[in-house]
């Protein structure tokens, strides 16, 4: 009797054991997938009507479907010397060697754009770059660019900003300009025929690539 009891708890665990390696293949399948992207940077390449077929910057060919109410923002150059004391920024950070944070970018929120996105958080530009949008709160001038520390209302950051790093800002922009061409960054949720709708879109002037 006891060996016939030990044989059917082995039988019933046999299928319980497959339907978990089961479960974890499909989760392990799930895991590596990769995430649903929410922008799309690249450049035009034609305009249809509401539909915008860009070359993506890792070469595929995406398809933006405008929606109705899609505001266009203009992106272009400043000085650093533009980053004044008070200024609401948006900076793409990634650490270096020394653990500090160093700007690949940094973009200049115009007074009606002051608080948006603010925090800091993960970012696609780079691998481990990190997006923060902060209230500059002290700055502090080197021979190679500038120390800027940034509050945002969870915390502080201390990042360096290059002379060779590119500094931008936002302006008023029109649908005209989204046109062959220009370099523009997407904002996009997917659409169930692989496409996208997009409702704001920076796009650079004057040639420029958005740099965030």
């Known amino acids: ?33 990769p995430p649903t992207p929410t922008r799309v940077r690249g450049t035009i ?11 993506s910057r890792s070469g595929e060919d995406v398809k933006l479907h405008m929606s109705a109410d899609m505001k266009v923002v203009g992106i272009v150059k400043i000085a650093l010397a533009d980053i004044k004391l008070g200024s609401f920024i ?19 929120f115009p007074e009606d754009m002051r608080g948006t996105g603010e925090g800091s958080r993960p970012y696609d530009l780079r691998p481990n770059s990190t997006m923060t949008n902060a209230t500059v709160a002290q700055q502090v001038a080197g021979t190679d660019g500038q120390t800027l520390m940034i509050k945002y209302k969870d915390g502080e950051k201390k990042v360096t900003v290059g002379p060779d790093t590119p500094v931008v800002t936002y302006v008023p922009g029109e649908k005209a300009d989204l046109k062959a061409g220009a370099r523009i960054i997407a904002f996009v949720k ?13 796009v650079g002037r004057d040639g420029l690539t958005p740099p965030m």
């Open 1 to 33: 009797m006891p060996k016939y009891r030990l044989k059917s708890r082995s039988t019933l665990a046999r299928p319980l054991i497959a339907a978990a390696m089961v479960a974890a293949s499909v989760l392990g399948a799930i895991a590596q997938q």
């Open 45 to 55: 390449e034609g305009v249809d009507g509401d539909l915008i077929m860009v070359k």
């Open 90 to 108: 948006g900076t793409t950070t990634v650490p270096g060697p020394d653990g500090q944070q160093n700007a690949v970018e940094v973009h200049v």
């Open 190 to 202: 997917p659409l169930p025929d692989g496409s996208f709708e997009t409702n704001r879109i920076s």
